[in-house]
C-alpha cells in the first residue's frame, strides 16, 4: 500500500447485522482503519456501542460452508438518521445477515446511493444478496458465494465464477465468493478507494 492510501482517510459505511460472517466483517473494518481510513459498522434497529451476532463459515468439505458461533462484534456507529453522502465509500459483509437485511427498504435506499453516485462499493459472499435485492446488479460482473449465483443473475448481473480466493472489479464495484479471497478483495478495493 503506499502512503498516499494511508493519508488518503475515506469514511466508510459498512452495513451489517447479526449473524453477519466474522472474518468478512472484522478483518475489512481492521484492515480499512489499518491504513487511516473511518469505517462507521451499523445495523438498523441498533446504535451504536450495540453488537450483532457473527458466525464463522468454513469451508470443511461438506457440500455447503459450516457454521459456527463466532465473536460479538461492536458497532461503531448508529444506523437511524445516517447520511449516505457523508460517506465515500461502502462495504457489505457476507454471512447471514444480508439474507434479511435486504428486505429493509432504507438499507436498500442506502446501497443505491453509492450506485448512484459512483463511489466505491466491496461486497463480498452473500453481500450481493442485498445488491441484488437494491437493484443494482444490471448488467455488472459481480462474485459472490456459488449458492447467490441465481440471484445475481436474476437482478440483471453476471455471476463471476472465479477461484475463492480471488476477486473481481467492474467500475466501483469489487466482489469475491468468500473471506479467503480478503487479499485480493481488499486490495483491489484499496485501489479504487485511491482514485
Known amino acids: 500500500m503506499s502512503s498516499q492510501t494511508a493519508m488518503s482517510g475515506k469514511k466508510i459505511l459498512m452495513i ?32 451504536a456501542g450495540d453488537t450483532v451476532a457473527t458466525a464463522i463459515h468454513d469451508f470443511e468439505g461438506d457440500q455447503t460452508y459450516s457454521e459456527k458461533p463466532g465473536h460479538r462484534f461492536a458497532l461503531n456507529a448508529d444506523f437511524e438518521g445516517l447520511d ?39 461486497a463480498i459472499c452473500h453481500g450481493a444478496q442485498l445488491l441484488a435485492a437494491a437493484g443494482v446488479l444490471e448488467g455488472r ?20 465464477s472465479i477461484e475463492v480466493d480471488q476477486a473481481v472489479t467492474d467500475a466501483n464495484l469489487v466482489t469475491a465468493p468468500a473471506w479467503p479471497a480478503h487479499p485480493a478483495w481488499l486490495a483491489q478495493f484499496f485501489k479504487l478507494l485511491d482514485q
Open 141 to 160: 460482473k459481480c462474485s459472490a458465494y456459488p449458492a447467490c449465483q441465481p440471484e445475481v443473475e436474476l437482478a440483471g448481473g453476471t455471476f463471476a
Open 16 to 47: 451489517t447485522g447479526d449473524f453477519t460472517e466474522d472474518y468478512e466483517t472484522m478483518v475489512p473494518l481492521q484492515a480499512l482503519q489499518a491504513v487511516g481510513h473511518t469505517v462507521h459498522a451499523v445495523c438498523p434497529d441498533k446504535k
Open 84 to 122: 449516505p453522502a457523508r460517506y465515500d465509500a461502502l462495504v457489505v459483509p457476507g454471512g447471514r445477515a444480508p439474507e434479511y437485511l435486504r428486505l429493509n427498504k432504507d438499507v436498500q435506499k442506502l446501497v443505491r446511493h453509492f450506485f448512484e453516485t459512483n463511489k466505491p462499493v466491496a
